[in-house]
Structure formats: structure tokens, C-alpha cells
């Protein structure tokens, strides 16, 4: 199981790339944190940081739509002002300029199933 201080250098980490690119976390800090430490889980169990509002196969190049960014994340807060699981999203979401609307899953259904 992750440590808080894991969690807390991952968020830090994470939070100086993304902000930059105009991404950035959840104002719920403690949904933050639960998504931070589900995603440590995941590179432990799988080797990479797939999402964690997602189910990974296990095999990497299967899943590298999913690794956390996922490659759908651009597009998701462009259109809904979060990602899927509201790890990231805009300063306009956090600040309640955007409705918090559901995200609907975009990836195709035959990634589910390859």
C-alpha cells in the first residue's frame, strides 16, 4: 500500500508538470489523493500508472491509451472541463465557471475487449 508521502511526491510531481499545460488537479483533495494512490497501486501491480477509473488488461501496449494521462484526457477537459475520473481538470472546472457535467467514456469498446 502506498505511503501518504508517496502520494504527497507524486501529487507534487505530477502537479509541476500539469499545471503548466493548463491541467490541473481536483480542488477534492482527499479524491485527489484516493486517484494518486490507485494509480501508485496500479505501477506496482502492472509497471505503469494506467487510470484508475479503468480496467487494465495488464499488458502494457494494451493499455497505453489508458496510462495515466490518458490519451483521452486532452480532449475530455476541452469538452467537459474534467478528464474521466476528475483527476484533472480546468481552472474554470475547479473555480465553478463550468458545470461539473459527466464525462463519457471515450474509449472504443473493442480496446475493452483486444
Known sequence: MPEQTDIQQLFEMLKKIQEPKGYY???D???????????????????YMSCPCRLSSGNRDKDKDIICPCAYRDDDVKDYGSCY????VSKEWNEGRLAKKYVPERRPLEMFFS
Do not use: M, P
Request: with cysteine; aromatic share 12%; net charge positive.
Open 29 to 47: 483533495r482527499e479524491r485527489v489523493d484516493d486517484l494518486l494512490e490507485s494509480l501508485l497501486k496500479n505501477r506496482a501491480r502492472y509497471g
Open 25 to 27: 488537479f481536483n480542488n
Open 85 to 88: 475520473c476528475a483527476l484533472y
